[in-house]
């Protein structure tokens, strides 16, 4: 199957700074990814879909300027946690559909990045 | 809205015991249907899915029937091996949306 990868896969920094996280489709093109939290013990929480060549679209509740996405490319996307805060530690998973085979679009996780503000 | 209702953990079984998983969905339109499996340290992998009513999804003896008057899309494995030890989790999309509504999760350990 299609492959994901993200990267860093842990990340811990101060308080107050910012990390970018990015995602990529390496053997097919995405023009949507999506991004997910994890919280611990809980399932899955969709932030936003990142939409190649233009912004993205937000959950509600999910601050965009807290949370900044970048789909650069149709096989990048980048999620930037501005302003860091313990609150915002977390497990961050990005997923994107292999649209080439059917019209069933399977989607395709990253390995996700732990991320850990102190 | 659409949503998912998953089954609670941890579950513990013992090595060859049967497995079932409930999940059960509300949903407007006709949804397909998901399980994801999360391995210790891994990302997200799909295990089985059914898009229309009745079918069933399989892989690694795992199965799963979309039941659309029931509105369940329960997990099963007949013999569970320590190998199946992670944390499932049930999800739906509509047909032309690519948004996946996930369960909670189930945590599952098998001792050996």
């Known amino acids: 199957g299609a492959v994901v990868s993200q990267h860093p896969s842990r990340v811990i920094c101060k308080s107050g700074t910012s990390v970018k996280i990015e995602c990529r489709s390496l053997d097919f093109q995405a023009t949507t990814m999506f991004w997910y939290r994890q919280f611990p013990k809980k399932s899955l929480m969709l932030m936003a879909t990142s939409n190649e060549g233009s912004k993205a679209t937000y959950e509600q509740g999910v601050e965009k300027d807290k949370f900044l996405i970048n789909h650069a490319s149709l096989t990048l996307s980048t999620l930037t946690v501005t302003s860091a805060h313990p609150e915002d530690s977390s497990f961050y998973i990005c997923?994107?559909?292999?649209?080439?085979?059917?019209?069933?679009?399977?989607?395709?996780f990253g390995p996700g990045t732990r991320l850990t503000v102190l | 809205g659409n949503s998912v209702t998953q089954m609670e953990g941890p579950v513990t079984l013992s090595e060859e015991a049967f497995l079932t998983i409930n999940c059960t969905y509300t949903?407007?339109?006709?949804?397909?249907l998901f399980w994801y499996v999360q391995y210790p340290g891994e990302g997200l992998q799909l295990l089985l899915k059914a898009t229309k009513a009745d079918d069933k999804g399989s892989n690694k003896g795992f199965e799963a029937t979309y039941r659309k008057e029931t509105t369940s899309f329960h997990l099963e494995k007949g013999s569970v091996q320590v190998s199946d030890s992670a944390v499932y989790f049930c999800a739906q999309t509509n047909f032309g949306n690519e948004k996946l509504t996930f369960g909670t999760g189930t945590r599952l350990t098998i001792i050996p």
């Open positions: 949903a407007t339109g006709y949804p397909s």
């Open positions: 997923s994107a559909p292999d649209k080439r085979e059917s019209s069933y679009n399977e989607q395709f």
